[in-house]
Structure formats: structure tokens, C-alpha cells
């Protein structure tokens, strides 16, 4: 059984924090590329945040370079994304992505996972 589970969802305030998990079963996080994603109601999904390798280079969309952290834990097969100074703007479900190949494209770009495997997604809320 592979399988991603997102969870750390919620609703918080503006300005507020929350740290999102990715748990993969059955494959090695490790071996692969990771990607966060985020879709809101009537918009394409877009990508977040990634990173290509343990210890290696992270990307992040523009909106929200300085507030989000992607980060690795080879102990727990986990990836996060640690959320900080959140805004209305951030609410979406968000989704994480895992591909085995590894090339000079761009991984914050959906296209790049096409060969992946997705989760169900977590729901975040920002609003007071």
C-alpha cells in the first residue's frame, strides 16, 4: 500500500501559524522529490513549496517566500510545511506530492508530479 496522508489542518486566525505533515507508507520519502500544493474554491491548483532532495535546494512560490518552511524528517518518513504570518489569501486544501524522478524542471509547477503520488489533502481556513 503506498499512500501520502496530509494532516495539521484547521482554522486559524490572521497572522497565526499552523505546521502541516505529510506521511508517506510504503516508499521512502527520501528517494523522492516532495511537493506541496494548494487549491482554492473555483482556482487551479498551484504549487506551494518543494524540494528535491534531503538537504537540498527548496523553491517557494512567491506569495509566500519568507512565511513558509519545507522541511524533511527521515526518522518519521514525514515532510511539513511550517506556516507562519498567515493570511486569508493562504485558505485552500492542501496537498502533498511525491515523484521518484528527479530533473532540472520546475517542481512548484503541477506538471512536475504528473508521475506521482497525491494525497487526500488538509483543509486550512484563515479568517477571524
Known amino acids: 500500500q503506498l499512500q501520502l496522508v496530509e494532516s495539521g489542518g484547521g482554522l486559524v486566525q490572521p497572522g497565526g501559524s499552523l505546521r502541516l505533515s505529510c506521511a508517506a507508507s510504503g516508499f521512502t520519502l527520501g528517494n523522492y522529490v516532495i511537493g506541496w500544493f494548494r487549491q482554492a474554491p473555483g482556482k487551479e491548483r498551484e504549487g506551494v513549496s518543494c524540494?528535491?532532495?534531503?538537504?537540498?535546494?527548496?523553491d517557494y512560490a512567491d506569495s509566500v517566500k519568507g512565511r513558509f518552511t519545507i522541511s524533511r524528517d527521515n526518522t518519521k518518513n514525514t515532510v511539513y510545511l511550517e506556516m507562519n504570518s498567515l493570511i486569508p489569501e493562504d485558505t485552500a486544501d492542501y496537498y502533498c506530492?511525491?515523484?521518484?524522478?528527479?530533473?532540472?524542471?520546475?517542481?512548484?509547477?503541477?506538471?512536475?508530479?504528473?508521475?506521482?503520488?497525491w494525497g487526500q489533502g488538509t483543509q486550512v481556513t484563515v479568517s477571524s
Open positions: 506530492a511525491a515523484t521518484r524522478i528527479l530533473s532540472l524542471g520546475d517542481c512548484r509547477k503541477v506538471a512536475y508530479f504528473i508521475a506521482a503520488y
Open positions: 524540494i528535491k532532495r534531503v538537504g537540498g535546494h527548496e
